[in-house]
């Protein structure tokens, strides 16, 4: 099975091709343009996709060394994500399929995330538990196969990624800012700045208090040093990045004790983060879980976890119809 696949949810442009279910190509064109504004402009989304869509699935068959009449299946993100962008790619997938009359396959861009781990060796094995941790999105996903998988546990505010974004906003930082609060607090002291990871019952995370902690912090502090930021950025990402990474794992650890199940993952832009990756393989050691990371690549938005969600669909011959349209609140 030679399998394009196309992502568009959201301000990443990307295509990729799986032969045979190994990954043969991912192009991943990131949209600059919204730098400029803090934070990603749906309209400039959908025009940049409309402008890097045809390049960027050229390059991905290129590298691939195949052209479009060897391909058998199109495979593509309808949801969720800004409708804008999700058109540009259902649109073009469409036409594809329909232009060389081969299926098409829709898929679910937080599926897809998951379903990023196996694209490589070792994988984990059913049932896990995924924490998924993005952007948009912070879910504890318990998965039983390849296509069926239940959120236990999710955001109730804001997405791990949008508290990570919005207080480097705060610190003046460009978007997004996840990887800078990163960078900046591999070289601060977690300790400095006490913030407080309040804890709840159950599997719903909560991102609004912590997220009014900072701002309330930093207003304070510069109140009374207006360069409290830039004196001691490190050590206020280090603690930030701490506090969120704890929030994080307090949950995933009730998670894996009332399921019992021991094989765990991270996914999603987040998952990149240094601070979560290093707690993870921490408490995966003490408690005996077999931690499962995903390569750098695959965990902000790419096409190739778009092709490996695409692949076990269409082995069961899971196709779509032409005229299926774009999910922006798309349902697991
Ligand atoms: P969703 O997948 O929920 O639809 P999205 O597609 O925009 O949202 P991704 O591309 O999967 O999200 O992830 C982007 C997010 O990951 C941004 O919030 C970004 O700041 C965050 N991120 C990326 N790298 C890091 C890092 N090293 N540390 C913290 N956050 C990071
Ligand atoms: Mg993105
Ligand atoms: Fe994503």
Same mark, same amino acid.
């Given at each position: 099975?030679?399998?394009?696949?196309?992502?568009?949810?959201?301000?990443?442009?990307?295509?990729?091709?799986?032969?045979?279910?190994?990954?043969?190509?991912?192009?991943?064109?990131?949209?600059?343009?919204?730098?400029? *504004?803090?934070?990603?402009?749906?309209?400039?989304?959908?025009?940049?996709?409309?402008?890097?869509?045809?390049?960027?699935?050229?390059?991905?068959?290129?590298?691939?060394?195949?052209?479009?009449?060897?391909?058998?299946?199109?495979?593509?993100?309808?949801?969720?994500?800004?409708?804008?962008?999700?058109?540009?790619?259902?649109?073009?997938?469409?036409?594809?399929?329909?232009?060389?009359?081969?299926?098409?396959?829709?898929?679910?861009?937080?599926?897809?995330?998951?379903?990023?781990?196996?694209?490589?060796?070792?994988?984990?094995?059913?049932?896990?538990?995924?924490?998924?941790?993005?952007?948009?999105?912070?879910?504890?996903?318990?998965?039983?196969? *390849?296509?069926?998988?239940?959120?236990?546990?999710?955001?109730?505010?804001?997405?791990?990624?949008?508290?990570?974004?919005?207080?480097?906003?705060?610190?003046?930082?460009?978007?997004?800012?996840?990887?800078?609060?990163?960078? *900046?607090?591999?070289?601060?002291?977690?300790?400095?700045?006490?913030?407080?990871?309040?804890?709840?019952?159950?599997?719903?995370?909560?991102?609004?208090?912590?997220?009014?902690?900072?701002?309330?912090?930093?207003?304070?502090?510069?109140?009374?040093?207006?360069?409290?930021?830039?004196?001691?950025?490190?050590?206020?990402?280090?603690?930030?990045?701490?506090?969120?990474?704890?929030?994080?794992?307090?949950?995933?650890?009730?998670?894996?004790?009332?399921?019992?199940?021991?094989?765990?993952?991270?996914?999603?832009?987040?998952?990149?983060?240094?601070?979560?990756?290093?707690?993870?393989?921490?408490?995966?050691?003490?408690?005996?879980?077999?931690?499962?990371?995903?390569?750098?690549?695959?965990?902000?938005?790419?096409?190739?976890?778009?092709?490996?969600?695409?692949?076990?669909?269409?082995?069961?011959?899971?196709?779509?119809?032409?005229?299926?349209?774009?999910?922006?609140?798309?349902?697991?």
């Amino acid at each position: 099975m030679v399998l394009l696949a196309i992502e568009s949810s959201c301000d990443e442009s990307s295509a990729a091709v799986l032969i045979d279910g190994k990954l043969r190509s991912n192009v991943v064109a990131t949209q600059l343009v919204h730098q400029q *504004y803090g934070g990603v402009v749906p309209e400039l989304a959908s025009r940049a996709h409309q402008q890097h869509i045809v390049p960027v699935v050229e390059e991905a068959l290129n590298r691939a060394k195949v052209t479009k009449k060897d391909l058998n299946v199109v495979a593509f993100t309808r949801g969720p994500g800004l409708l804008g962008s999700l058109l540009v790619g259902t649109s073009f997938a469409k036409s594809l399929a329909l232009g060389l009359d081969i299926p098409l396959v829709d898929v679910h861009h937080m599926q897809a995330h998951v379903l990023a781990h196996f694209l490589e060796d070792p994988h984990p094995s059913f049932p896990f538990l995924c924490l998924t941790v993005s952007g948009g999105h912070t879910q504890i996903v318990l998965v039983r196969d *390849y296509l069926d998988m239940e959120v236990i546990g999710e955001t109730q505010d804001d997405a791990v990624g949008e508290a990570f974004d919005k207080t480097a906003k705060l610190l003046q930082l460009p978007y997004p800012g996840g990887p800078l609060i990163d960078k *900046y607090a591999q070289e601060g002291n977690p300790d400095r700045f006490p913030l407080p990871a309040v804890d709840t019952p159950g599997l719903t995370y909560s991102f609004s208090g912590i997220k009014t902690a900072i701002l309330y912090f930093l207003r304070d502090q510069t109140a009374k040093d207006p360069d409290f930021i830039q004196k001691n950025l490190a050590d206020i990402c280090a603690s930030v990045q701490g506090t969120l990474v704890k929030i994080l794992l307090t949950k995933l650890k009730r998670a894996a004790r009332e399921t019992g199940i021991r094989d765990i993952a991270i996914a999603g832009g987040v998952s990149a983060n240094s601070g979560l990756r290093a707690e993870l393989l921490r408490t995966g050691e003490k408690l005996g879980w077999n931690v499962f990371i995903p390569k750098f690549e695959y965990c902000t938005d790419n096409a190739a976890m778009i092709a490996a969600a695409g692949y076990y669909k269409a082995l069961k011959g899971d196709f779509c119809p032409q005229t299926v349209s774009p999910l922006p609140r798309m349902e697991w």
